[in-house]
């Protein structure tokens, strides 16, 4: 979870809600932090495809994208209660 901390650290306390209640996010989360892994590993290997590291970045940032999205939806869901 502290990958995602701080990637968004205005947003702590509803990340650590989310996570501690939303299967879906906790699942989104191991997926960003595994190709975060996978993408710092293909950086060391420079052996590897330049197009399947270019792939994995854009993932990344795809995630990123949709765990914001979460927390913004959270949020608002929240503040309309």
Do not use: G, W
């Not at 989360?29 to 590897?48: F, G, N, P, R, T």
């Amino acid at each position: 979870m502290i990958p995602i901390v701080q990637l968004f650290p205005d947003f702590e306390e509803k990340i650590d809600f989310l996570f501690q209640t939303d299967e879906n996010f906790r699942d989104l989360c191991s997926d960003y932090i595994l190709c975060v892994a996978i993408v710092q590993k293909m950086k060391k290997e420079s052996h590897l495809d330049i197009q399947s590291r270019r792939e994995y970045k854009e993932l990344q940032e795809s995630l990123e994208e949709e765990i914001l999205q979460n927390i913004m939806s959270d949020k608002k869901n929240l503040e309309n209660n």
